[in-house]
């Protein structure tokens, strides 16, 4: 897509995570691997546009999982909070604000956009270090951007499973304690809480730069 912006636009990208598996796309134009994202339209929230995205390039209808604040009064629309944000260069004269999600499938199957993509596939963290060719837009010209992002996803996950496992194992002894904070299953929300052990999933995608062409 044609940027929308003179100096900067603002894209969105999607960490789609299934079984311990990412989906990624190769980008015809650019020549990478990538997740699922793109521009972020003129008459488009950053939700909107992810929903969009997942569906014009992987055929999936998607949820986003984060956190969603309360709204402050009559006509306030509280969006789900990315789990990352960046700007970055993409030519000399022109930026991108990158938007972050992590998500899961909903419904669909995936599906190659060919006009956009030459690959459409699920990778885990193994499978994303041996993409040929590698992912773009790290100084080293390895794949950071994409495993890194990849991992914090997984690492959420997987967190979120060991969570509920016990949290299930709670309410069978006499209920879970109360309070928390509101994660947002694709629009709805429930109660959550944070406390747990092991690697800090934000920890991870701090080091993560956002794709989208």
């Given at each position: 897509?044609?940027?929308?912006?003179?100096?900067?636009?603002?894209?969105?990208?999607?960490?789609?995570?299934?079984?311990?598996?990412?989906?990624?796309?190769?980008?015809?134009?650019?020549?990478?691997?990538?997740?699922?994202?793109?521009?972020?339209?003129?008459?488009e929230d950053p939700e909107?546009?992810?929903?969009?995205?997942?569906?014009?390039?992987?055929?999936?209808?998607?949820?986003?999982?984060?956190?969603?604040?309360?709204?402050?009064?009559?006509?306030?629309?509280?969006?789900?909070?990315?789990?990352?944000?960046?700007?970055?260069?993409?030519?000399?004269?022109?930026?991108?604000?990158?938007?972050?999600?992590?998500?899961?499938?909903?419904?669909?199957?995936?599906?190659?956009?060919?006009?956009?993509?030459?690959?459409?596939?699920?990778?885990?963290?193994?499978?994303?270090?041996?993409?040929?060719?590698?992912?773009?837009?790290?100084?080293?010209?390895?794949?950071?951007?994409l495993v890194d992002g990849?991992?914090?996803?997984?690492?959420?996950?997987?967190?979120?499973?060991?969570?509920?496992?016990?949290?299930?194992?709670?309410?069978?002894?006499?209920?879970?304690?109360?309070?928390?904070?509101?994660?947002?299953?694709?629009?709805?929300?429930?109660?959550?809480?944070?406390?747990?052990?092991?690697?800090?999933?934000?920890?991870?995608?701090?080091?993560?730069?956002?794709?989208?062409?």
């Amino acid at each position: 897509m044609p940027h929308i912006h003179e100096k900067i636009d603002f894209t969105v990208s999607l960490f789609i995570v299934q079984e311990g598996k990412a989906l990624v796309i190769h980008h015809k134009k650019l020549g990478q691997w990538l997740p699922i994202g793109g521009h972020i339209e003129l008459d488009e929230d950053p939700e909107q546009a992810a929903y969009r995205e997942a569906r014009e390039e992987s055929g999936l209808e998607i949820e986003l999982i984060g956190e969603r604040q309360p709204t402050t009064g009559p006509g306030t629309r509280a969006l789900i909070r990315p789990r990352f944000l960046d700007i970055h260069r993409v030519s000399p004269t022109h930026e991108h604000i990158g938007i972050i999600y992590w998500a899961r499938p909903k419904s669909g199957k995936v599906t190659l956009a060919p006009g956009e993509h030459h690959d459409i596939r699920w990778c885990d963290e193994a499978d994303l270090k041996k993409l040929d060719p590698p992912m773009g837009r790290d100084s080293g010209g390895g794949c950071g951007f994409l495993v890194d992002g990849a991992k914090g996803a997984f690492l959420f996950f997987r967190f979120r499973q060991k969570q509920g496992d016990q949290g299930s194992r709670k309410e069978k002894k006499g209920g879970v304690k109360k309070g928390g904070t509101k994660i947002a299953h694709g629009g709805k929300e429930s109660k959550k809480n944070h406390a747990g052990g092991g690697e800090n999933p934000a920890k991870v995608i701090a080091k993560a730069r956002p794709g989208g062409a």
